[in-house]
């Protein structure tokens, strides 16, 4: 199998200053998360619904939805079915392209569709049609989705499935005489005036834009897992995540995506509130933990066996910025036994912009790595004022992993072009700040929500663990 390439280019987050953090409408919109659209392509028979199958049941922690080029034939007028058998099915003439990059478009817009059915016995689209969601992955299969060069912009990846021309031709014998009634007589006469001419004419030619080539097509399991990693991969990889490689977002499942619906939404009952919130948190720690250094380590299992594995970081501490950060300090004890906390308190002065900071942190942080913990990822200055302190009390930057649920890109870029050796970890990244600088679409005040702390919620949080404010320092 030829190497996977690169199918996309880097989208900018272009317009985002610095020194102005006010989001605009195309900072929003250049901000939504884009499917991630495959084109499969092949010559008749060649196994690529077979290949389309197996990505979608391997990709069954995420949406997927498949459009066949097939239903986008054109109908055919009386003349045409009259001499139905001169006309040539496999002629790129023969595919309603423009309705085909209209129906692409709108999914990629996030809008739903009716894709036209099209029935193969009787040569014309029949009733009903068939409805199609927008989902993260939207695959095209056809013999000739790689043909017209505006219908391969839309690909983010794009596989060509090369299968030996005799197995094509039975299979397609096969076919044709099962699903279609039809004779092998016009089966192979239709093969030797059509379907032939129009590979060797449009279809292998196509095979040079392919990124990747699958002989055997769904034979070929060892490319099928290939392509479905490569796809996690990308699925799992923001646009900000190309521009900085010190940027890490979890792999999102149902369940991860789940546990955020809950807790961003705003009528989910503080306990729950608190319950998923921990569950997010211990993942992005346990993600967070494997970033740090580690050496080979040989044990004797209870079997008297040689289990070669590797042995933890023992110079490690976390660090929370108070208080939303004090949330995320059980988890990682319950991952790291027996771990220094320390903690960073950092308040605006009034209106002359000071910061003022208070901090307990152990006495030979200098020499240790460090988790700096905080929910969220706003507008970055109390996590560089942060990082800053942890700097100047020796620090090493590459040592520094941050850890946060959710972050606004404005806060990404002020940390991570400011910051470029520190690692960070989150679980999503949301669209924007909003006018009052808050992250959209959030989940609200972290800390009020996680400790009980707002006005209005106190009557309700009497039996939180909690409901006496932060802890302690």
Request: charged share 25%; glycine share 6%.
């Amino acid at each position: 199998m030829e190497k996977l390439m690169e199918a996309t280019t880097i989208a900018h987050f272009s317009g985002l200053l610095l020194d102005d953090l006010r989001p605009t409408t195309s900072t929003v919109k250049d901000a939504l998360k884009q499917p991630f659209v495959i084109g499969v392509a092949g010559g008749t028979a060649s196994g690529k619904t077979t290949v389309c199958n197996m990505i979608i049941s391997q990709l069954r922690d995420q949406r997927v939805a498949l459009v066949n080029q097939d239903s986008f034939y054109h109908v055919l007028n009386e003349e045409e079915l009259k001499h139905v058998s001169d006309y040539n099915f496999d002629h790129p003439d023969a595919f309603d392209t423009e309705q085909l990059l209209d129906c692409m478009m709108m999914l990629k817009q996030w809008k739903s569709i009716d894709i036209p059915s099209y029935d193969f016995k009787h040569h014309r689209r029949c009733v009903p049609t068939r409805k199609v969601n927008p989902s993260d992955v939207i695959i095209l299969e056809g013999l000739l989705v790689f043909h017209d060069p505006r219908v391969r912009e839309l690909m983010n990846m794009k596989i060509f499935v090369d299968t030996d021309a005799d197995t094509r031709l039975a299979r397609r014998i096969r076919r044709d005489t099962v699903e279609r009634n039809r004779d092998v007589g016009s089966v192979l006469e239709q093969y030797s005036k059509f379907v032939k001419p129009a590979y060797d004419e449009f279809i292998l030619p196509s095979k040079k834009y392919a990124d990747i080539i699958i002989p055997r097509g769904g034979d070929n399991h060892v490319a099928i897992d290939l392509i479905v990693q490569h796809i996690r991969t990308k699925l799992g990889e923001h646009d900000l995540c190309k521009i900085y490689p010190n940027l890490y977002v979890i792999n999102s499942t149902f369940q991860i995506k789940g546990m955020h619906t809950l807790i961003r939404d705003v009528k989910t009952t503080k306990h729950d509130f608190v319950f998923y919130a921990d569950r997010l948190i211990r993942l992005v720690v346990e993600h967070g933990l494997g970033h740090l250094p580690f050496t080979e380590k040989q044990v004797i299992t209870p079997t008297g066996s040689v289990y070669i594995g590797v042995d933890f970081c023992k110079t490690l501490c976390g660090v929370s910025i108070i208080r939303s950060g004090e949330s995320m300090e059980n988890a990682l004890r319950a991952c790291c036994k027996g771990i220094k906390i320390g903690k960073i308190l950092i308040h605006r002065d009034g209106d002359n912009g000071k910061q003022l900071i208070y901090e307990k942190l152990p006495k030979d942080i200098s020499n240790r790595h460090v988790l700096l913990m905080d929910p969220i990822l706003g507008t970055g200055n109390s996590a560089v004022q942060a990082i800053l302190l942890l700097l100047e009390k020796g620090v090493q930057e590459s040592n520094i992993i941050f850890l946060n649920l959710i972050s606004a890109p404005e806060g990404i870029h002020m940390v991570c072009k400011k910051f470029p050796r520190l690692k960070i970890v989150t679980s999503e990244i949301d669209m924007a700040l909003n006018e009052e600088f808050r992250v959209v679409p959030g989940m609200g005040e972290f800390g009020d929500r996680y400790f009980c702390t707002e006005d209005d919620i106190q009557t309700t949080c009497y039996n939180s663990p909690y409901a006496n404010g932060t802890h302690a320092v």
